[in-house]
Nanobody
Framework: QVQLVESGGGLVQAGGSLRLSCAAS????????MGWYRQAPGKRRELVST???????KYAESVKGRFTISRDSAKDTVYLQMNSLKSEDTGVYYC?????????????WGQGTQVTVSS
């Protein structure tokens, strides 16, 4: 089993920055991809950014050039640096991890951290 603990959400003015962190813990597994999804009120959860074990990254078009994902594989920790925040970035941000045990892969989710951008 993998546990994901997020930190770094909060309230920020438009144009400001926040940095999210997510640490994975557990035993008997390896972490392949990690990333972030978000869900705004009344909307579906959507991908923000992901990063693989070899640091291949993927971003939603809406955050390209503003958000940067990074990873410390030794610590199974992923970070999301969010700059030039907009009101439409408001939502609950969920950490995601693709864990592998033996030949099986499982999706894991954090509890979510609120990001609120005031205009």
């Amino acid at each position: 089993q993998v546990q994901l603990v997020e930190s770094g959400g909060g309230l920020v003015q438009a144009g400001g920055s926040l940095r999210l962190s997510c640490a994975a813990s557990g035993s008997g597994f390896s972490i392949n991809a990690m990333g972030w999804y978000r869900q705004a009120p009344g909307k579906r959860r959507e991908l923000v950014s992901t990063i693989t074990r070899d640091s291949t990254t993927k971003y939603a078009e809406s955050v390209k050039g503003r958000f940067t994902i990074s990873r410390d594989s030794a610590k199974d920790t992923v970070y999301l640096q969010m700059n030039s925040l907009k009101s439409e970035d408001t939502g609950v941000y969920y950490c995601y991890a693709l864990g592998r045990q033996s030949v099986y892969e499982y999706d894991y989710w954090g509890q979510g951290t609120q990001v609120t951008v005031s205009s």
